[in-house]
C-alpha cells in the first residue's frame, strides 16, 4: 500500500539550516510527484514546493529562496532542505504524494514537527 | 500570487442540516480546486479534485462546484463526523491554500 514517511530533526536553532527526509513506498517517484506542505500550529496549510515525477521541482515563491528539493530514486526518498531558519518556521512539514501532478495530494505522512528555538 | 478567502471562518450547524463553505478566489483558477478535511491532530484528506470530482471513498453526502473564483463545498447532510477544518486549495497559478472553514456541531 502507498505510504510516505517523514524524519528528520524536531528542533533547529535559529538561522541554521533543516533537513527533513521523506520515504515513500507503494509507488514510484518517476511515477508521481510528492510535494511538501508545512502547516504552523492553529493555521492553515502552506505548499512550500514539489519534486516532478520527471525529476525537476517548484517552490513557493516565498520561500524560493531558501528552499531546496531532490530525491533520490534508487531510495525511494524526497529530500528538504531550507537554510535560514527562523521562529515562524515553526510547525509541522508533510510531505504528500500529487495523484494529478500538482494536485490531488491523496496520499499523505504522518507530518513531523519541528521547532525553531534556541 | 492568488489569494484564496474561505467563508465563514467558523460554521455552526446542526445534524443533519445542509451545510456549504464558501472559497473565493482573487482570480480566475478554470476550476483548478481541490478540497481537504482535516480533522484534529490529523493530516488533511482530500475530498473532492478539480472542483467537482468526489475522491474515492469519500461518501456522497460531499459534493464540490463552482467556476471563475467562486467555489463551494456542500455537505448534504450534516454527520457528527464531519467536524474538522475544510480548507480549498488552488493548482491554476501557483499552489495556494485557503485559511480554512472550521465547522462545529451546533
Known amino acids: 500500500q502507498v505510504q510516505l514517511k517523514e524524519s528528520g530533526p524536531g528542533l533547529v536553532q535559529p538561522s541554521e539550516t533543516l533537513s527533513l527526509t521523506c520515504t515513500v513506498s507503494?509507488?514510484?517517484?518517476?511515477?508521481?510527484?510528492v510535494s511538501w506542505v508545512r502547516q504552523p500550529s492553529g493555521k492553515g496549510p502552506e505548499w512550500m514546493g514539489r519534486?516532478?515525477?520527471?525529476?525537476?521541482?517548484a517552490y513557493n515563491s516565498a520561500l524560493k529562496s531558501r528552499l531546496s528539493i531532490s530525491r533520490d530514486t534508487s531510495k525511494n526518498q524526497v529530500f528538504l532542505k531550507m537554510n535560514s531558519l527562523q521562529t515562524d518556521d515553526t510547525g509541522t512539514y508533510y510531505c504528500?504524494?500529487?495523484?494529478?501532478?500538482?494536485?490531488?495530494?491523496?496520499?499523505w505522512g504522518q507530518g513531523v514537527m519541528v521547532t525553531v528555538s534556541s | 500570487d492568488i489569494q484564496m478567502t474561505q467563508s465563514p471562518p467558523v460554521l455552526s450547524a446542526s445534524v443533519g442540516d445542509r451545510v456549504t463553505l464558501s472559497c473565493k478566489a482573487s482570480?480566475?483558477?478554470?476550476?483548478?480546486l481541490d478540497w481537504y478535511q482535516q480533522k484534529h491532530g490529523e493530516a488533511p484528506k482530500l475530498l473532492i479534485y478539480?472542483?467537482?470530482n468526489l475522491q474515492t471513498g469519500i461518501p456522497s453526502r460531499f459534493s464540490g462546484s463552482g467556476s471563475g473564483t467562486d467555489y463551494t463545498l456542500t455537505i448534504s447532510s450534516l454527520q457528527p463526523e464531519d467536524v474538522a477544518t475544510y480548507y480549498c486549495?488552488?493548482?491554476?497559478?501557483?499552489?495556494?491554500f485557503g485559511g480554512g472553514t472550521k465547522l462545529e456541531l451546533k
Open positions: 504528500t504524494r500529487d495523484a494529478f501532478g500538482s494536485s490531488g495530494f491523496d496520499y
Open positions: 507503494g509507488f514510484s517517484l518517476t511515477s508521481y510527484s
Open positions: 519534486m516532478w515525477y520527471d525529476g525537476d521541482t
Open positions: 482570480q480566475n483558477i478554470n476550476k483548478n
Open positions: 478539480y472542483t467537482n
Open positions: 486549495y488552488q493548482y491554476n497559478s501557483g499552489w495556494t
